[in-house]
């Protein structure tokens, strides 16, 4: 384990804000003057219900070996001490500002923090990851060297209190794990790496928004941000229409970001699928990959394979959502979770994305033949167990 990761009772230098009464704050904290100069990072945080993890997240940001950045913490209506939390950190520092707004989700979150970023170069930080201490440092030595305008680095994985791991990153269908330091990445070798995603669509950076600096002149100047009615594939959109207006990535083989899979965590936040905007969010998810294509000129013959592989990740995505719904199946839940299990597996989306599904190793392959054969309870049951497997069982669930 590197030295500068600890266990999840560090606070980085930060003592936590013991709980008191909840205080209405105002919608922004302007502690940062308009005479200052201008960051050359804008670190944009999301937050909500995150008091748990918070000290730690921003702790890790004021641990940066580069001290040119200012943090926006923007509270998603959170119901728990964050808000406060944030507050109270924004007090104590020149350099953090703190937004709080009714719940819109993240992508509404991400948007309101960009809104007022001062930074040459946009990050995001989930409140509940944390950075390495050079992180923002590797970065801005790769866009300064290479004028990028989208500078993307390596990743820790780590799953609760396990051991962060780093991520091979491979950026084509078939390719091996890149083993140099830097390398560019530009026209169809982005759409190498994105069909690379397609075929494998897990722990991909190209489906996040973290772990990378966005030049924040592109954002304005082209009117982009994040999709406020999509809940599952809004990060990969604002990606891929960032990159269809700059056509070229940098890649830095460094770890610039511990993403932390908090399996309780997450799945004691996820809500029942909804059906209908399930279905919405995978229809534009495959429109936000033929606009990128028409971007970057790909042939028809090429393009009618991308689809293909569209197809796959689509269906993926399905499961991974069905699993963790299903995972909260009890008498109390049962009737709604059918309900809305029998819309989603007529969906059209779904019906023609399901012919271009290939289980890989330890995906299910019973899964999707129930999907096709719609035969819903079975699903679920089969569902659940799935997500036991692969979650552990819930706390307090009434089977």
Request: contains cysteine; aromatic residues 8%.
């Amino acid at each position: 384990m590197p030295p500068w990761i600890s266990d999840t009772s560090s606070t980085s230098g930060i003592t936590p804000v013991l709980p008191s009464k909840r205080c209405s704050m105002p919608a922004v904290d302007t502690n940062m003057t308009s005479l200052r100069k201008p960051p050359r990072v804008s670190i944009v945080m999301p937050v909500f219900n995150a008091a748990r993890f918070l000290a730690l997240s921003i702790g890790s940001v004021i641990d940066q070996t580069m001290g040119d950045w200012e943090l926006i913490l923007v509270d998603d209506g959170s119901s728990d001490e964050s808000a406060r939390l944030c507050a109270d950190h924004a007090q104590g520092s020149a350099r953090i500002r703190f937004i709080a707004q009714q719940n819109a989700g993240p992508a509404a979150a991400r948007n309101a923090g960009v809104r007022v970023a001062a930074g040459e170069f946009v990050f995001f930080l989930d409140a509940d990851d944390r950075l390495p201490p050079n992180a923002l440092q590797q970065l801005l030595s790769a866009a300064d060297t290479e004028h990028a305008d989208m500078v993307l680095g390596n990743f820790y994985k780590q799953e609760n209190d396990g051991s962060p791991v780093l991520q091979p990153v491979i950026f084509r269908p078939g390719g091996e794990p890149f083993a140099g330091q830097m390398t560019v990445l530009a026209d169809a070798a982005l759409l190498d790496y994105i069909r690379h995603f397609l075929n494998h669509p897990s722990n991909h950076l190209v489906s996040y928004c973290w772990a990378r600096l966005y030049r924040r002149s592109v954002i304005v100047e082209q009117a982009l941000q994040a999709d406020e009615n999509m809940r599952l594939f809004e990060d990969f959109a604002f990606n891929l229409a960032f990159l269809g207006k700059t056509r070229r990535l940098v890649f830095v083989n460094q770890p610039v970001y511990v993403y932390i899979l908090r399996t309780r965590h997450i799945s004691a936040s996820m809500s029942i699928l909804n059906a209908a905007s399930l279905a919405s969010d995978m229809q534009s998810f495959r429109k936000t990959i033929d606009r990128f294509m028409t971007e970057i000129g790909v042939r028809q013959d090429l393009a009618q394979r991308v689809r293909h592989e569209v197809g796959h990740t689509l269906v993926h995505y399905a499961l991974i959502f069905i699993i963790r719904t299903c995972r909260q199946l009890n008498s109390a839940s049962r009737p709604a979770i059918i309900r809305e299990l029998r819309a989603f597996i007529s969906a059209p989306i779904l019906r023609e994305s399901l012919p271009c599904y290939t289980p890989r190793p330890g995906n299910s392959r019973l899964l999707p033949a129930l999907i096709k054969l719609k035969l819903v309870r079975l699903l679920a049951v089969m569902a659940k167990i799935k997500g036991k497997q692969r979650y552990g069982k819930l706390e307090n669930a009434n089977t």
